[in-house]
Structure formats: C-alpha cells, structure tokens
C-alpha cells in the first residue's frame, strides 16, 4: 500500500496524518511517528555516539527544538527546511531517489535540512516500521473515534450555544438637560458598535440594526414638581414621560437604527439623579 503527506504549504499542514513524539529518553533522541490513516508506527532512537556522527554535536534539547521548530516552519536564524520521505535502502547517498510514499519494507526518514549560500547540510533521522499487534490496532482506532466524537460535540455546542447580542452601557455622573453619558460602565462588546459625541451628549450608532435601548433615570431626592424625560432620536422625540414625585422612570424602545444616527435623553430641569 501506499501512504504519504498532502502537499500543502505548511509542514504542521501537510503532515496532519502523522503523530510525532520527539524527546530525549536518558542519553538518548527518540522519535516515534504514527499513521492515524494507516495505523503503522515508525520508531528511531540515536544515542550520542549516532548523533556526532551525524554531526550533531548540539545538546539533545536543541536537537529536538530545531527539529520541532522546522516542522512547524517556525522562520529561525537560518533556513531550516522539514521533511518526510520513505526508502527501503539500507543506506541513502542521494535524497533525490526517496520517495514521497510509503511502499511495504520500507523506513521512514525525518529529514531536517539547512540550506544556506554557506552551509548546505542534510540530517536524516532513520525511524523502523514496527510490528503491532491486532488489540494495540484496534485500541488506535478507538481512541481516534473518540476523539472525533468529542470534535463533533464541541462543534455541535459552539453551534447551538445562544449568542449574546453585543451591547453597551453608559453612564452619567454630571447631572444636565442634555444628559451626558460620560461614564463607560460597561465597554461596547462589539468594535465601532456606538461612540459619543456633543460633549458626550450624543449616543452615535456606528453599526446599522435593530437595537434595543434602555433608559433608567432615578432620582436621589424628592422632586416636587412635573419633570419631562424625553428620549430623542435625531432631534426628535421618540419616547416620552412626565413625572410628579416620582423616583425613577425607564425607557426600552426598539428601532431599526442606520450608522451616524444620535440617541439623546433630554430633561427640563437640572436635578441631582443617577442616569443610566
């Protein structure tokens, strides 16, 4: 049978059929790469002795690092370039005769390889195909299935999970006709959503909807006498109350609302209270 990467650009990207296990076991470099499509296990363990010879002299924790990091195509000091290919050669003298696919009898290769105008140099990690049992297989698969169920359930929570509408509060804490809404209590959950404008006087609508806008006027002492509340839309009034010894009123009015449209909240007289 045959096996292989998909060519994308991405190292991470055109090995997704593979899981890598790259560590340093006592003195030695282990690599472990499993077929999630095929289910084969390649395995390779270098000593100290192996890697000098190889002419990497570095600490293994390097190794590994260089290795992980061309893999992922992480952009280093100097190009390092990652790659799979397969041969059944016990010895390679030229890359170029290894084959992308995996043909029965043959070794995987992790080849990790520097090239530079002054340093052209090739590691080739040499990993066997080992022998697994029917029960080990059949364990592989189990889990891969698991994991794909709780893929689909996350997918499947994201997708009905109930979205918030973004929204904004503002506050005032100077009291005036033209009520300033110069407090952020809670920031717009939605970028460019609103700003303010005419000293803070104005709620300007930077992204067009439907929109829900909420009122809360209380006074903080008794007010004798009729007080007008005057929600405005453009200059316009589109909500409207007055009130006589009352402590507080509210406004939730509905609109359809375009960009650049102003929401005000007009009263007719200064009094000391607390807007919302």
Not at 21 to 40: P, Q, Y
Not at 146 to 165: F, G, S
Not at 178 to 206: C, K, Q
Not at 226 to 241: E, S, V, W
Request: hydrophobic fraction near 35%; proline fraction near 3%.
């Amino acid at each position: 049978g045959n096996e292989g990467g998909m060519e994308t650009p991405s190292c991470d990207e055109k090995y997704t059929e593979y899981e890598f296990d790259i560590k340093a076991v006592e003195s030695n470099l282990n690599i472990t790469v499993k077929s999630h499509k095929t289910k084969r296990l390649f395995m390779g363990r270098f000593s100290r002795q192996e890697l000098t010879t190889m002419k990497l002299t570095q600490e293994i924790p390097e190794i590994i690092h260089m290795i992980k990091m061309a893999k992922k195509g992480v952009k280093q000091n100097i190009n390092v370039q990652f790659r799979i290919a397969f041969s059944a050669a016990e010895e390679i003298d030229d890359q170029t005769q290894m084959s992308e696919t995996f043909t029965r009898g043959d070794a995987m290769y992790i080849i990790v390889s520097i090239i530079e105008p002054w340093l052209k140099q090739s590691y080739l990690f040499k990993l066997s195909e080992q022998e697994r049992d029917q029960l080990d297989i059949q364990n592989d698969i189990i889990e891969d299935l698991r994991k794909q169920i709780e893929d689909l359930d996350e997918k499947l929570t994201k997708a009905v999970r109930p979205k918030q509408n973004p929204v904004v509060v503002f506050k005032c804490n100077t009291p005036a006709t033209a009520v300033p809404w110069n407090l952020v209590h809670i920031a717009p959950s939605l970028d460019g959503m609103v700003s303010r404008e005419d000293s803070n006087g104005s709620i300007v609508i930077g992204i067009p909807g439907r929109y829900k806008i909420s009122a809360r006027f209380g006074l903080t002492t008794d007010w004798g006498s009729t007080l007008t509340h005057d929600l405005k839309l453009n200059g316009t009034t589109i909500a409207y109350a007055g009130t006589y010894y009352s402590h507080s009123n509210t406004f939730d009015e509905v609109r359809n609302l375009n960009r650049g449209d102003k929401i005000s909240y007009v009263l007719n007289s200064v009094v000391s209270n607390d807007y919302w």
